[in-house]
Nanobody, 115 residues
Framework: QVQLVESGGGLVQPGGSLRLSCAATRSIFNNYNMAWYRQAPGKQRDLVASILSGGSTNYVDSVEGRFTISRDNAKNTVYLQMNSLKNEGTAVYYC?????????WGQGTQVTVST
C-alpha cells in the first residue's frame, strides 16, 4: 500500500512563498506521473500542477509562472514551490498520481494566505 505524506504548509502573507513536499512510502515516482491538487473551503478538489515521469510539467492558468512542480525520484518526493501567493491560494494541498488514485489521497497540508 502506497502512502503519500504532504508537508510544508502554513500561514503566509499575500505575496509570500511556501515549498510543499510530498513523500511516498515506497518508490513509485520513477514510472508515475504525479500532480498536486488543492481543495479550497466549500469547493471541489482541483488539479494545480502535474509532472510526468519524464519531467514534463503543466500548470493551471491561475498558477502559471508562480508555482513550480518538481520531483526527486531518488528521494521519492515531489515538490511544489509556490511564489507570489494570493488569498485564493488558501486551500488544503494534496499530491497524488496523475490522474489520481482514490486510495492514494493523504491528509494534505493546509496553506492559508492571509494578512
Amino acid at each position: 500500500q502506497v502512502q503519500l505524506v504532504e508537508s510544508g504548509g502554513g500561514l503566509v502573507q499575500p505575496g509570500g512563498s511556501l515549498r510543499l513536499s510530498c513523500a511516498a512510502t515506497r518508490s513509485i515516482f520513477n514510472n508515475y506521473n504525479m500532480a498536486w491538487y488543492r481543495q479550497a473551503p466549500g469547493k471541489q478538489r482541483d488539479l494545480v500542477a502535474s509532472i510526468l515521469s519524464g519531467g514534463s510539467t503543466n500548470y493551471v492558468d491561475s498558477v502559471e509562472g508562480r508555482f513550480t512542480i518538481s520531483r526527486d525520484n531518488a528521494k521519492n518526493t515531489v515538490y511544489l514551490q509556490m511564489n507570489s501567493l494570493k488569498n485564493e491560494g488558501t486551500a488544503v494541498y494534496y499530491c497524488n498520481k496523475y490522474p489520481p488514485i482514490r486510495a492514494y489521497w493523504g491528509q494534505g497540508t493546509q496553506v492559508t494566505v492571509s494578512t
